[in-house]
């Protein structure tokens, strides 16, 4: 089982760092993919089979999804992997390399450092998190829905001009 | 289930993906990238918040997962439509390009 | 009947509330008659709540009415109340009935003024301050009407600004009189933390039971009072203000420089007399600065030219005598000629105000002349008014009570030789002073013509007063002389009396020597200003005569300590080193802001690595701690 984490593991990360490295955005978005197929799996080991669906069909699935159409929609040429090229070189790595490191390196000091390890206990049941989710969070629910209200106002209203004024 | 995942290990995890973002956001001047690698970044937090729920056996580490990912799906809405616009006035991608804080 | 006290200095208010909103825009009878009458109703209430407080007396001896809650903080309550017995009831008296007449004289002195509502309201809001003043119970109420009065001198001496000089001489009145002021706030500081309250008669009663004689905190709460009390009544060494404060209009100078709020210090000590009575040393004091005072202002108004100026002087030089009477323990005999004088130099004034007015505003003396034939009726009461002041044997008010103060110094417990010598000195320095003025303004061949004739809201007042300066005085007979103790019978129920033991034929001698001396002045007054009046002027060239027109020296001495050096200083510091740190702090705001402003570019990438940063700061800070 922990072989099984540390392959997605390796996995996710390999897959995250092309995202991050790829020059062109629908290649970057089939790795983000795969990244985020391989942290669906860790869910599942985890002990949270209904998030890593979720993580499944609304991440990978649905945004993924809108990102690529965005992508088509845009239709990008090859003048902008040329641009992208030249935005990417290597002296344009060292500062942000720097300071992500940095944090990972603090973060994994924090987490790995002196206390006893913290092995996960047998997962959580989806009755339960739905109990919880409209017991106590009903309230932080209802705010969701409304910024997803919200999200859906504001995209409809910022992306009107597009087709009409566009070409 | 004999032998267990550490919650250290997938909380690490979650700082390298969370890095990983942070520098795609940092290095790429496309936007389209900005906001990929901001997806990044939002997904190791949830990661983290799912490690910590699993840790303790509450369910709240997924409930907060649950809002994280509605913020994820309206950020990444507004997101794009932005970036469209931005396209349509500046007929590029360059988030430089959009350093005035006029149309 | 005694219940509507409070409707003695609520009337005045009103007025001045009434005036001051509406005085522009009324014809000025209707402002004379709101100004006049308000002061008129109380000073008749006043009279009504007197008798009835007469035919109390021997039972209840005072009478308190407290009308609200002033303020409650941790133990301090002082509360808006009125505190009425022998003492307050004289002052009361005579400041509603002296002012009344005073209003009545200035609806027709101030006739031709653009400002009329303005001085109205502001006499108003003076007696209404007064009478609070005399009547609290409390010495923080009575901190209020002191400032109010304070304030209302201010603006009634600058009441012509037009010219600098008069503002100059508002300022001079009100910062020499708030540097006694701060004493007397200091008083007040020290009595609460000793007594744990304000209100007088507590304080009194807790004084008399707690505090032995001549402990350092009586002293030390006396001596600042009496700093208050010489800021306010132009005692050594604050009394160069009053003067000064003669740039106000005649009536002004009458009411508030002369009658009434220049004696609030005699009154102020008055009222606290137990606790002088336990500070010996501030005791003596006192009578020290009162007999100094009244000397040297007595030589000043020997010299002095203008017919105002002589008045102040002598204002500031009776006043003296009070605080010498105060000193030797002879409460009532200061109360007594605090009374009569009221009278007489509200009269001077106000017959003064008359010439002026009559001669285009012509203050010199020597520039006046031979008034007597056309102003008789103004010429008879300042005779009267100067007969009075000049203690004139047996028939002038201001005789019987310059006598008992004069005896009290000499034969009370307290009393010295040389208090005695000097008041006596200074009482034929009086004789001859204002003598000089009768003769000079009043005989003599006509200097400038005579071109307005008081009216009769100007005359009535004159002959009012001048019935009161001979008659005041008979309330208070010595012994010697027939023997008629009506108003220290009186004073007895709030101030206790100073002991006499001589005999008759003593004091007999000594109201005699005082009289010859008042007689010998005259004759010397008319000697030297009436039959040779060629020299009567002053020579400005020798310097004793420039050193007691000047007063002795005190402002130019006041200007090289204390003015010159503050304007040197004020010099130094013209660019505000110690504005400059908060301009400092001013300027680094703007310089961050330039600094922070330009790390605004919009390039989103930096902001996002601006946030990165300060998240690995604040783990490494939590790792760290």
């Known amino acids: 089982m922990v072989t099984l984490f540390f392959i997605a593991a390796a996995v996710a990360i390999i897959a995250t760092f092309m995202v991050i490295t790829h020059l062109e955005a629908v290649h970057a978005l089939l790795h983000l993919v795969v990244s985020l197929l391989a942290v669906a799996l860790i869910f599942y080991l985890l002990g949270a089979p209904f998030i890593a669906a979720l ?8 945004i993924m999804v809108l990102f690529v159409f965005v992508v088509m929609v845009l239709n990008l040429g090859p003048l902008t992997r040329e641009q992208e090229t030249r935005w990417l070189r290597p002296g344009m790595w060292v500062a942000p390399a720097i300071l992500s490191g940095v944090l990972a390196l603090e973060l994994v000091y924090v987490l790995l450092g002196g206390q006893k390890p913290l092995s996960v206990s047998s997962g959580v049941d989806v009755k339960e998190v739905s109990h919880s989710l409209f017991g106590p969070y009903l309230i932080a629910v ?19 001009g597009w087709k009409g004024k566009a070409r | 289930m004999t032998d267990q995942i550490p919650a250290e290990y997938a909380l690490v995890l979650a700082a390298i993906l969370f890095a990983l973002g942070l520098a795609g956001v940092l290095v790429r001047r496309n936007i389209l990238f900005i906001l990929i690698s901001l997806e990044i970044m939002l997904n190791a937090a949830g990661l983290a918040l799912i490690a910590a729920g699993a840790r303790w056996g509450e369910p709240d580490g997924q409930i907060m997962f649950l809002l994280v990912l509605a913020t994820a799906g309206a950020e990444v809405s507004v997101g794009l439509a932005l970036v469209l616009q931005l396209y349509k006035q500046f007929r590029t991608l360059d988030i430089d390009a959009a350093s005035r804080m006029k149309g | 009947m005694l219940d509507t006290l409070w409707i003695v200095p609520a009337l005045p208010l009103a007025g001045f509330v ?9 014809p000025r009878t209707v402002i004379a008659f709101i100004a006049t009458a308000t002061v008129g109703i109380s000073a008749l209430l006043a009279i009504a709540i007197g008798v009835t407080f007469l035919g109390l007396l021997p039972q209840e001896a005072s009478y308190r009415q407290v009308l609200w809650q002033w303020v409650s903080v941790a133990g301090f309550e002082p509360a808006i109340g009125f505190h009425l017995d022998a003492l307050s009831l004289v002052m009361m008296f005579v400041v509603t009935f002296v002012a009344f007449w005073i209003h009545l004289y200035s609806t027709e ?26 009547l609290a119970d409390n010495l923080l109420l009575l901190y209020l009407g002191w400032e109010g009065v304070g304030a209302c001198s201010y603006l009634l001496i600058g009441f012509w600004y037009h010219d600098s000089a008069n503002g100059r001489a508002a300022q001079k009145a009100f910062i020499v009189t708030r540097v006694g002021d701060t004493a007397m706030a200091i008083a007040l500081f020290l009595l609460f933390v000793n007594f744990g309250t304000l209100d007088i008669q507590a304080i009194l009663q807790q004084a008399s039971e707690s505090i032995q004689s001549g402990s350092l905190i009586a002293v030390a709460v006396t001596a600042l009072l009496l700093g208050g009390a010489v800021g306010k009544s132009a ?10 404060a003669m740039a106000g209009p005649t009536p002004v100078s009458a009411l508030i420089h002369a009658a009434t709020m220049v004696t609030a210090g005699v009154y102020l000590i008055a009222r606290t007399h137990t606790l002088y009575s336990l500070a010996p040393q501030v005791m003596a004091a006192v009578a020290g600065v009162g007999a100094l005072t009244l000397f040297i202002a007595g030589t000043a108004a020997l010299v002095q030219r203008d017919i105002k100026r002589v008045l102040a002087y002598s204002t500031i030089s009776q006043i003296g005598y009070m605080f010498l009477a105060l000193g030797v323990g002879a409460w009532g005999a200061a109360m007594f000629h605090f009374m009569t004088h009221a009278f007489f130099k509200a009269l001077l004034f106000l017959a003064a105000g008359a010439v002026i007015n009559a001669l285009h505003h012509e203050h010199d003396i020597f520039k006046m002349g031979g008034v007597r034939h056309k102003l008789p009726l103004v010429f008879w009461t300042f005779l009267i008014g100067s007969a009075s002041l000049a203690g004139f044997p047996l028939v002038t008010a201001g005789f019987y009570s310059k006598d008992l103060i004069l005896w009290q110094a000499w034969s009370s417990g307290q009393g010295q030789a040389w208090l005695w010598a000097i008041g006596v000195a200074t009482a034929f320095l009086t004789a001859i002073y204002i003598f000089r003025v009768v003769f000079i303004v009043f005989f003599g061949k006509e200097r400038t013509h005579v071109e307005k004739l008081p009216r009769r809201p100007m005359t009535v007042p004159l002959v009012v007063l001048a019935f009161f300066s001979i008659v005041s005085g008979f309330v208070e007979i010595p012994p010697a002389l027939g023997g008629r103790h009506l108003f220290s019978s009186f004073m007895s129920s709030a101030l206790p009396s100073a002991a006499v033991e001589e005999s008759h034929t003593t004091e007999l001698i000594f109201s005699l020597i005082a009289s010859l001396l008042a007689l010998a002045g005259i004759y010397l007054a008319h000697l030297f200003f009436r039959t040779r009046r060629e020299h009567a002027e002053p020579d400005a060239g020798k310097r004793l005569t420039r050193f007691l027109f000047g007063g002795w020296g005190f402002d130019w001495l006041y200007d090289r300590i204390f003015v010159r050096p503050f304007v040197w200083i004020a010099r130094v510091n013209r660019n505000d080193y110690i504005d400059s740190i908060y301009g400092g702090i001013a300027a680094l705001s703007r310089g961050l802001n330039t600094v922070f402003s330009s790390t605004e570019t919009g390039r989103v990438r930096l902001y996002a ?17």
Do not use: K
């Open chain 3, 18 to 26: 009434f005036l001051a909103l509406a005085g522009g825009r009324i």
């Open chain 3, 235 to 244: 005692q050594l060494p604050l009394q160069t203000w009053l003067p000064d």
């Open chain 3, 609 to 625: 690595a601006g946030i990165a940063c300060g998240s690995i700061i604040l783990v490494a800070i939590a790792l760290l701690l």
């Open chain 1, 55 to 62: 993580e499944v069909i609304i991440y990978a699935g649905a």
């Open chain 1, 142 to 160: 209802e705010v969701a829905s409304i910024l997803l209200m919200a999200g859906l106002v504001g995209a409809y209203h910022i992306g009107r």
């Open chain 3, 109 to 134: 002195f101030m006739i031709e003024d653009e400002a009329y509502g303005r001085f109205f309201a502001y006499m108003n809001l003076f007696v209404a301050s007064m009478l609070i003043l005399v």
